[in-house]
Every structure is written in C-alpha cells, then in structure tokens.
C-alpha cells in the first residue's frame, strides 16, 4: 500500500522541515523527485540524501512568486502526478502593525507562490487527465491565532484555492486537498526560538510544546504519513478536504 513507484512528484521548499520530510518519505515510496527551493544548498543536501539511499531526485532553483521562473522550471520537468505546494513563510503582527511591504511578502510568497505552481502544473496534468495536488494550509486558516494577521489571511487563502480546483478540475481526474499542521518541529522553530529568545531556548521550547493540547510539537516525519496518504492512489476517493494535524489544537483550544 502507498507506494508511489515511478511517480513524479514536485515538491516546493521541499530541502527543509516538513518539505524535507515529505521528499525522503516519497522517495523512499519509489516517487521521482523534483525539489522546488530558493535555499539551493537545503535541496542539493535532501536532493544527494534520497540519491545515496538509492532514489532518484533532482533540484531546481526557483523563486515560487515569480510567475516566469515557475514556468520555465515546470517546462524542465517532463511530467508532474503530484504536485505538493508547500513552500511558504511566516510573520508575526497584527492588522494595525503588519506593513504593506511585510503584508505583500507574505502574500506574494504563500499565496501568489501556490497560484503560479498551480498555474504552471495543472496543464500538463490535464494532458495526462490525471493528477493529485495537495496544499499546506495552518490551524490559522480555521481558528484565530495571535499576532498571526498576514500569515492567516495567506494560509486561509490556501484553503479557499483548494476548494475551487478540486470543485474546476473534477472531470479532469485531478485531485486537490490541503493539510493545516499546528506547531511542528523544524529547524525554523528552532532558529527563531533562538533569535528571540536568547539564553531561554528550553524554557520556551516546553512553552511552545505545550500550547498544543496533546503536549507537544508534531513531526515533520508524522505531516509527511497524512501527506503520503492523500497523494496516495488509496486516498482517491478523496478530494476537496482539508485536514488538521494538529494535536487536538483546533477542536479541545475552542
């Protein structure tokens, strides 16, 4: 079961974290992967991991809001079954404090990002009349966080674009769903913790950990398992459908 053998699959910002978790998992499920990344070094590194342990992968660089470079590096790919939208970046502020230019970097990078992927993907899975995207939303696409303004109008945003291509591209036998993850253990978790809070890391970590109802941050590895799953030929009745991973957060913090 879950075997993705010989499927091509684009990952976006897939040399860290959850991206990451997802490349190695796909991989090791037999899938080709294309890894999307403005960080070259991460995806170079992700992109020799999957390659040493016996898979097949390659990298691209290639800023996701620029509507130009998308294209031209989806035309270097011959054929896209899945595609994961799942680069993406965060702020910190509310409405009254966010700046228009913080608030277009936001947009341009986790809204126009996933646009221009979509863009560029959706025609060749047409050609196939076939083809699975999935998209990572956030628990901020469906509860009020603080001080998360820009970031939740983005990740909201996620979550409406997966509802319109599942409902447009029904007949084209292409599946579309979104996973909104809570807090997750990443390496991004632990720069900013260590940014912000100096000579405080562990204290803070715990703090963090425990927002979560179930006691701690998820894992990369556990979103990588549902994203497995819904990218699955298994999971092909499924489409239009957004899925919490997210420790309880959304159901037992309301």
Do not use: W
Not at 146 to 162: E, V
Not at 222 to 237: I, M, N, P, Q, W
Request: glycine share 10%; proline share 2%; with cysteine.
């Amino acid at each position: 079961m879950f075997k993705l053998t010989n499927k091509s699959v684009v990952i976006t910002g897939g040399g860290s974290g959850i991206g990451k978790a997802i490349s190695l998992l796909f991989a090791k499920q037999g899938a080709i992967i294309h890894i999307i990344e403005l960080n070259a070094e991460a995806a170079i590194d992700t992109v020799n991991e999957i390659n040493d342990a016996g898979g097949n992968a390659y990298s691209y660089l290639c800023d996701v809001s620029d509507q130009q470079q998308v294209v031209a590096t989806f035309g270097k790919i011959a054929k896209i079954d899945i595609l994961i939208n799942n680069a993406g970046i965060a702020h910190i502020g509310r409405a009254d404090n966010t700046s228009e230019a913080d608030f277009d970097r936001i947009y341009n990078v986790n809204v126009k990002g996933v646009y221009n992927c979509l863009f560029a993907a959706i025609p060749m899975m047409k050609l196939n009349n076939s083809g699975v995207i999935l998209n990572t939303a956030s628990i901020a696409a469906h509860v009020g966080i603080t001080d998360r303004f820009a970031y939740s109008t983005s990740k909201g945003a996620i979550h409406a674009m997966t509802l319109s291509v599942a409902r447009d591209y029904l007949h084209d036998n292409i599946r579309c769903n979104s996973i909104s993850p809570a807090r997750v253990h990443t390496p991004f978790v632990d720069g900013f913790i260590a940014k912000n809070y100096a000579g405080k890391e562990a204290e803070i970590f715990e703090k963090l950990s425990k927002t979560q109802p179930i006691g701690r941050m998820g894992k990369s590895e556990e979103v990588a398992a549902l994203a497995l799953y819904l990218c699955s030929d298994e999971a092909g009745f499924i489409t239009g459908c957004d899925y919490p991973i997210d420790g309880g957060f959304i159901t037992l913090n309301n």
